[in-house]
């Protein structure tokens, strides 16, 4: 166990419908991350934020939304969901965000959410 | 897009064995991490080479960073069957990201 929880664990859902998919970071850990993994695409970083901020966005479809709330759980919108979209979704944490030229983020992962649209 | 591409893309090797796998990336970077992920599940971190480093190891693990070439290399010597899993190398610092990935098999 990561301590990085992600719910739920599979979502088998249509074409068109909406979803959400929750994650709470590790504990302590102010950052959370979201990734989408399919096949063809690899790992691909979408959207990252910082104690409630959004800080990083990444190739994050407008249909996709996010955000981290108080508690520092975040939750993933994914709406007029399509084919193309069934993939498995990852969060991550780490502890804060560096910027600086000597940081580093190492990211603790959640076990994904496996989204299925047909 | 990614930022990283591992090679070879998929790699089989006997137990006992060493394992390499390289990556490339695109721009500079001051840190590169390399992850591991089991098949279906969550990575896992295994180890971060800073960009001033050229050599960094962790038990079995090995890895070799040059800037100067783009390039890093992650060496898993005596190799294991539970060593099965694809490797990432990954940079950034706010948006992370990974490359495609080296699956390696390793055949008891």
């Known amino acids: 166990d990561s301590g990085v929880t992600q719910t739920p664990k599979h979502l088998i859902t249509a074409t068109g419908q909406r979803v959400t998919l929750r994650c709470s970071p590790r504990s302590g850990d102010l950052s959370v991350y979201w990734y989408q993994q399919s096949l063809d695409q690899g790992l691909q970083f979408l959207i990252q934020y910082y104690n409630g901020e959004e800080r990083a966005k990444g190739n994050i479809l407008e249909r996709f939304s996010a955000q981290q709330f108080p508690d520092l759980h975040s939750e993933l919108n994914l709406s007029s969901l399509e084919l193309g979209d069934s993939a498995l979704y990852f969060c991550a944490s780490s502890a804060r965000v560096v910027q600086g030229s000597s940081g580093a983020n190492v990211l603790t992962f959640g076990a994904g959410s496996r989204l299925t649209v047909l | 897009s990614q930022q990283g591409e591992e090679d070879p893309q998929a790699l089989s090797i006997q137990e006992g064995e060493n394992a390499t796998m390289n990556c490339s990336y695109k721009?500079?970077?001051?840190?590169l991490q390399w992850y591991r992920q089991n098949s279906g599940r969550g990575l896992v971190h295994l180890i971060l080479i800073r960009s001033n480093e050229r050599e960094k190891h962790s038990g079995r693990l090995r890895v070799t960073l040059d800037t100067s070439k783009k390039s890093s290399s992650l060496l898993i010597t005596a190799s294991r069957a539970a060593d099965t899993a694809s490797y990432f190398c990954a940079t950034g610092l706010i948006d992370m990201r990974f490359g495609a990935g080296t699956r390696l098999t390793v055949k008891p």
């Open positions: 721009t500079s970077i001051n840190n």
